[in-house]
């Protein structure tokens, strides 16, 4: 159970920037990552997503396959979608 808010698809989609801050959504969850965009080891490329899914880049790009990357999406989590 989880008392966390639930967003909008459009809520979502205004966060697209570091200005704005950065938030993704991961089956059916909201996740504000604004403060790990710098952090990201694969860089810039993590802000094509902004305000999207994260799964269409995620099937492109394996290396998110594990377990590891799930624990760090897991602390950024603001919501429901
Ligand atoms: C690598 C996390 C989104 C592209 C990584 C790694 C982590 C990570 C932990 C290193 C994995 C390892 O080597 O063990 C995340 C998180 C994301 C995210 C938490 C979303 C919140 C994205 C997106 C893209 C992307 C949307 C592409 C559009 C890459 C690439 C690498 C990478 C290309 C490999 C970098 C390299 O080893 O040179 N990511 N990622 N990531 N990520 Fe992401």
């Known amino acids: 159970t989880s ?3 639930i967003f ?9 920037s570091l200005e704005d801050g950065v938030w993704v959504t991961y089956k059916g969850s909201v996740y504000d990552i604004t403060e790990f965009v710098t952090m990201h080891p694969g860089g810039d490329k993590i802000l094509l997503a902004a305000g999207g ?6 099937a492109l790009y394996a290396v998110h396959n ?7 999406l897991s602390e950024y989590k603001v919501g429901e979608l």
């Open 3 to 5: 008392s966390l808010p």
């Open 66 to 72: 594990q377990e590891h990357v799930l624990e760090i």
């Open 8 to 16: 909008s698809q459009a809520e979502v989609t205004k966060h697209r």
């Open 53 to 58: 899914a994260l799964e269409p880049f995620w």
